[in-house]
Every structure is written in C-alpha cells, then in structure tokens.
C-alpha cells in the first residue's frame, strides 16, 4: 500500500481548538496596521519627516496586504495553510517588536512591512482555512472572524493613546505592545499545526479547477468591492485623525472618533455573514451601504469638527462591507480550492488598488486640503454601492470559470 502523502492526509481539528485559532488570531490581526494612525503626529516629529509620509504609512498597510498576498496561494501550497499562517507570525511578532526601536523612518516603514507579512497571508487563507476546516460551523466562524478583526482593529485605534500616556508619552512602547500580544495566537496555530499538518485543499478527482478567475464576473465584482472598501477604511483609519484634529477636535476624540468605526465593524461582523448566506435582498443591502459610506463623508465635509462620533459611526456602518466582502468568498464559492484561489485573488489585488487610493487620498489632503480629499472618497462610496451590489448577486464562481 502506498504511502500517505502530506496532500492526502486527513486534517481535522476540534471545534474549540478552531474557534480559539480563530479568535486569538482575528483579535492581533489589525492593531498593527490601526494603532499607528492616531499616533501619527509624534511618530512624524520623532523622524522630522512631513505629512506626505503619513500618505505612505496610511497606504503601507494595503500595499503591503496586496503584494505579500499574492505570495499566500503559493506558500500555503508548499506549507499547507495552518503552516503558512504559523511562520508568518514569527516575523509579525518580529517587525512589531522592532520597529519601534528604529532610528530612521525608511527602516521603520521596512519593519512594518514585515510586521505586516501575518496579516497579509492570514487575509488571503482564513477564508479558504475555514471552509476547509469549518464543516457546519463556517457560518459561525466567519461570523466570528469578522466580528473580532473588527474588535483588534477598534483596539489598535483606541488604545493607542491611552497606551502611550500609560508608557509616560512613549509611542514606541504603544505600538510595542501588540508585538507581545501576537504571541498568543503564535502559541494557538502552533498546537493546531501539530494536528493538522499539511492541510491545503486537495485538487477535486476531476483534476484541479483551471478556469481563469478573471472570466467571473462576481470575482471581478468582488474585487472591486474589496478594493473599494479597504480604500475607505484605511484611509480612515490613517487620515482621518488629522483631519478631525486639524478641524479643532483633540488627539484623544479623534482617537475615539477612529475607534468608533471600528466598533460599528464588531455589528457588522455578527450580522453580515448570516445576511450574506440568508439574505435575498443582498444586492440592495450592499448599495444601501456604499451609499451611507458616501454620505459619512458629504457629513464631515459640510460639517467639519461638529458631532465627530454620529459621522464616525455612518462610515462605520457604510463599513459593512468589509464583513460582508469577506463573508462572499466563502458564500459564493463551493470547493475549498476555488475559495482559496478567490481569496488569494480578491484580497491581494483589491489592496493593491485600496493602496493606491489611499496614497492618492494623502496627496490630495496635503496638496488641495481636506475638501478634495473628502470629495474623492465620497465618489468612492457611490461606486462602492454599484460594485457591492453586484458582487452580492447570488452567483457562484464555481459555476462562472467551469
């Protein structure tokens, strides 16, 4: 009898051991990427670089997401996806605790990237790990999933702060902090990799699924759905600070105010997956949130520094569509292969474009003000609303590359 190659062998993992993969990793996924946003200002003064820098901080997160998912398909197949996941967190764990310490902004950007690597590949597999690994439960895991990366990302903005002033006014011991969480979730995957091993999908008996993603037109939707989308949130997770603060609000409000987005996530995480495998009325949904992250902007564009926290929560719930997105790839996709090529195409290329939209949004604040900038992101929500509605036809991808 031949031997059983890593590809065939049977991967389970328990119920409980799942959800604590899950929550541990969904809770360190984002305060590395959210916690440097209100803390902008002294990290800017500390490398007595200008506000052009905040515009590729803000857009490093996305880029760096959009280049070093591509890499996750093919890492997770050599690794399997539990493995991919593993090694990754050890250069999180790395690029957090370091890039602090740097004395220069170019080696701090070039940590952050790294520190970025877990996100970037956890993005692109979750989806597809839990469709393996989920059975019955997918639903409620990614339900889980969402709902805590939007409780890490609201602590990576609203702590961040208040960890300073607890550290006596040091930013680097903030963003510190979060390097020696994402030891939790490393010590996690590491026991479930013991038991799950080499666990990437297995190609189907008719042979692996060859049809190109790019004559789906739900995958098309669903990229620029996503895209869209991490364009808003980054952005304002990275400039809207500064404009709460440059309009009269303090460093501590426009914190909270950023922090609020996120939290309005949390609702969005538990309701959105359970809409999207239910829902009939999905498209419109999608529309009608796009349309809100429009209006959060016309808001703070008429009036700036007044009632921070009411358009703070209008992006927030506009911010649906991220768990919604996110939810799809799984929702309108069948064979666990096809989920994880889906999310290793819609994640990485959807942040590429976020990325430079964001750098775009950055320029525009420092070139022309806030007012063109907030004009461009509004745009973005109609658009959000026509390619959300799209993406959220009830369609799958499976039956579109066949």
Partial sequence: MPSETPAMRPATIGPLLALAAVATMSL?????????????????????VGESAAGALTALPALSFG???????????????TGAIVGSYVLVIAGLLLRPATPG?????????????????ANVLVPAWI????????????TLYSTLLAVGGASGSGLAVPLMDAAGGSWQDSLRFWGLASAVPLLVWVFALVRVRHDFPASPPRGELHGSLMRSPTALAMIAMFALQSMNAYTQFGLLPTILVADGVSAHTAGYATAV???WGIVGGLVMPLLVARSRHLPWISAG???????????LLAMPGTVPFFW??????????????????????????????LSGLVQPVGYLGAGTGSLLAGW??????????????????VALAVCGSRASARRMVDDEIA
């Fill in 28 to 48: 360190t996924l984002r305060p590395g990427a959210t916690s440097p946003g209100p803390l902008v200002d002294p990290i800017l003064e500390f490398y007595g």
């Fill in 67 to 81: 280049v070093l998912g591509l890499l996750a398909v093919p890492i997770a197949r050599r690794a399997g996806l």
């Fill in 105 to 121: 902004f170019g080696l701090f950007l070039l940590l952050s990237v790294l520190a970025l690597m877990g996100p970037a590949l």
């Fill in 131 to 142: 469709k393996q690994h989920g059975g019955s439960r997918t639903v409620v895991l990614m």
């Fill in 261 to 263: 987005i996120s939290l």
């Fill in 289 to 299: 949130l796009g349309l809100l992250t429009a209006a959060g902007y016309i808001g």
């Fill in 312 to 341: 703070a929560s209008v992006l927030g719930i506009g911010g649906f569509c991220f768990p919604t997105v996110i939810a799809l790839i799984p929702g309108r996709s069948r064979d666990a292969l096809v989920t994880a090529r």
């Fill in 364 to 381: 525009l604040l420092e070139a022309a003000g806030s007012t063109a900038m907030l004009v461009m992101m509004a745009l973005s929500g």
